[in-house]
């Protein structure tokens, strides 16, 4: 699971664990499924959502296009937009490197830092 905090001058932040989970298929294609909590100024809300992407198989210096699609709460997801809107970013299109460490993991990371660990 991937925990975070995230405070953003606010008496309280935000604290949460979410687990990610990307669906990656050889076209290209992406589902990402998030399922978690999050808790802020101490309410606990339930996050359930999955969206879509998609990675092309083409770099640029070494980099994918990930486009992102469109992303639905579910019915168990209790997260109000405005929450989730602090946590996501509204960018449509990202480059990010996908390297594969060993025959199990894959590393996703952009610019400055790895983003995510991927096992099959």
């Known amino acids: 699971m991937s925990s975070f905090y995230i ?4 008496k ?3 604290s949460g664990n979410v687990k990610i989970v990307f669906h990656i298929t050889e076209k290209g294609h992406v589902v990402v499924n998030e399922y978690g909590t999050l808790e802020n100024e101490g309410k ?3 996050v359930d959502r999955s969206g879509d992407m998609t990675i ?17 709460a579910n019915k168990q997801d209790t997260t109000p937009p405005e929450l989730t ?3 996501t970013s509204s ?3 990202f480059f990010y490197k996908i390297q594969k460490i060993d ?5 996703i990371s952009d610019l400055q830092r790895t983003i995510f660990m991927c096992r099959k």
């Open 7 to 10: 405070n953003q001058g606010e």
């Open 12 to 14: 309280n932040g935000i």
């Open 44 to 46: 606990e809300y339930i």
């Open 56 to 72: 092309t198989k083409n770099t640029e210096n070494g980099f994918h296009k990930v486009v992102k699609g469109r992303f639905t």
């Open 85 to 87: 809107e602090k946590l």
């Open 91 to 93: 960018q449509s299109v």
């Open 103 to 107: 025959e199990v993991t894959w590393r």
